[in-house]
C-alpha cells in the first residue's frame, strides 16, 4: 500500500521519532510503514488520521 | 502500555530465569553428582534447570502478549517462528540420522540452545527483509 507520509511529515517537519511519538508506537514501525514494507492495522491506520487531522485514504493510497 | 515497558519487563524475567538456570545447574551437579542424591529429590532437582528454559518461551509469549507496538509483535513472531522452524527440523533430521546410526547422539536438551540461536537468524532475516532486526533475544 501506497502512502503519502514522507510528504506529509515534511510539511510539519516532522522527523520520524516525532511521529513516532505522537502514534505511540517505535520510530522502526513508522519508517517499516513509511517505505511501504508494512501496512499498518486499521486501528493505527485511524490514529494516523487522527495525527494528521486528516482521511485514512488521503494518507494511504491504494496500490 | 509502551514499547519500552514490555521490553524493559522481558529483560528483566530473561534475566531472572538465566540466574535461576545458572544456579540450578550448579546446585543439581553437587547435590546429585557429589552428594549422590536419588529418587523423587533428584528428579526435582534435575527438572529445575529444563523448566528454566521453559521459562524462556512464557517470558516470549508474554512480550508478544505485552507488546503494544503491532510492528515490533509482527518481528517478534517472525523470529520466534524461524527459530521453531530452525530447531524442529534439525531435531527431526538429526534423530532419524541418529536412529540409523550415521550421526553421533545429541542430547535433547541442545534443541532449545539451537532454537534460541535460530531467533538470532530470525532476527537477521527481519533485518535483511524489514530493515530492523525486532531484537528478541
Given amino acids: ?35 511501504g514494507k508494512y501496512d499498518p492495522s486499521l486501528p493505527l491506520a485511524f490514529k494516523f488520521a487522527d495525527v494528521f487531522e486528516m482521511p485514512i485514504e488521503e494518507i494511504f493510497l491504494r496500490d | 502500555m509502551t514499547t519500552g515497558h514490555a521490553k524493559r519487563r522481558y529483560h528483566l524475567r530473561m534475566a531472572v530465569a538465566m540466574a535461576i538456570y545458572i544456579a540450578s545447574l550448579f546446585v543439581a551437579d553437587w547435590l546429585i553428582e557429589d552428594r549422590g542424591v536419588t529418587g523423587i529429590a533428584a528428579v526435582m532437582l534435575a527438572s529445575v534447570p529444563g523448566l528454566c528454559v521453559a521459562a524462556i518461551f512464557w517470558i516470549l509469549a508474554r512480550l508478544v502478549i505485552e507488546e503494544s507496538d503491532e510492528f515490533l509483535r509482527l518481528l517478534y513472531i517472525r523470529q520466534i517462528i524461524i527459530a521453531t522452524g530452525i530447531a524442529l527440523t534439525g531435531a527431526s533430521v538429526w534423530g532419524f540420522l541418529e536412529l540409523y546410526m550415521l550421526v553421533p547422539h545429541i542430547d535433547a536438551y541442545w534443541w532449545p540452545v539451537i532454537w534460541c540461536l535460530g531467533t538470532g537468524v530470525g532476527g537477521i532475516y527481519n533485518k535483511l527483509t524489514m530493515g530492523t532486526s525486532g531484537n528478541c533475544t
Fill in chain 1, 1 to 35: 500500500m501506497k502512502n503519502r507520509l514522507r510528504v506529509l511529515r515534511a510539511e510539519r517537519e516532522w522527523s520520524q521519532q516525532d511521529l513516532a511519538d505522537r502514534l505511540g508506537v517505535s520510530r522502526q514501525s513508522v519508517n517499516a510503514i513509511e517505505t
